[in-house]
């Protein structure tokens, strides 16, 4: 069976995040279209073995069963030259990063800001690779400006963050760009933002500069605003 160009968008969007749930493809692929439709088309997609559903994704604050979550099956996996074996588990930091790239989309679709350039695991010389670096415009302020965003589940201890800085400040370091963009720590909880912000204020001024830490439901503001 031939591919869509919307099956080819899934998988490639998949592919992107390493996994993704049913709930970013519904609204990023399929907004234009009844809302059975994405459930086929996932569906058939898993049958013809281009996707594999690794199992759901934990229920939100209101409950209810988890939205389902993919990842390359092996045909995909062949189709666009993917190594590595499945993993059995889902991941929840891939999806984390997939929750923020939607929540700019959102952003964008309402017209506040645009993407105009995103990579997931940009590297950064000479060691750090950041979650999700994007560019963006501010029709509404005159003004672009590009972040390397730290997708964060409250899991890693005050060593590696400091670990991670400091390669982000020997990426400053050997930078010759004028402009080098904004750190910012994605957290879903505001204890942890507390934590990372008093992490933060131990190190050095300069290091300081270049870091923020937002709630990811206040990003959008907030990255206006800086």
């Known amino acids: 069976m031939e591919l869509t160009q919307r099956d080819h968008d899934a998988l490639k969007l998949t592919q992107t995040f390493s996994q993704v749930a049913s709930t970013h493809l519904t609204e990023l692929l399929f907004a234009d279209v009844s809302h059975s439709v994405p459930d086929k088309v996932l569906g058939r997609l898993v049958r013809l073995g281009y996707l594999s559903r690794v199992g759901r994704r934990a229920p939100g604050d209101k409950g209810g069963a988890g939205a389902f979550v993919y990842q390359l099956g092996r045909a995909g996996r062949l189709l666009l030259d993917v190594e590595g074996r499945l993993s059995p588990n889902v991941n929840n930091h891939a999806l984390m990063i997939a ?26 010389p000479p060691s750090v690779r950041a979650d999700l670096y994007v560019a963006l415009d501010f029709p509404q302020q005159g003004r672009s400006s590009s972040y390397f965003l730290e997708i964060d589940l409250s899991t890693e201890q005050p060593a590696r963050i ?49 870091l923020r830490v937002y709630l990811i439901g206040e990003l959008i503001p907030e990255l206006m605003r800086l």
């Open 162 to 210: 400091r670990e991670k800085v400091a390669g982000y400040w020997r990426a400053v370091e050997v930078s010759t760009a004028d402009y080098f963009p904004y750190v910012v720590f994605v957290v879903r909880h505001q204890v942890r933002r507390n934590e990372l912000a008093r992490i933060f204020r131990l190190l050095p001024e300069e290091q300081q500069a270049m």
């Open 99 to 124: 929750d923020t790239y939607l929540e700019l989309r959102r952003a964008e679709k309402a017209g506040v800001l645009a993407v105009t350039a995103w990579e997931v695991e940009r590297r950064v």
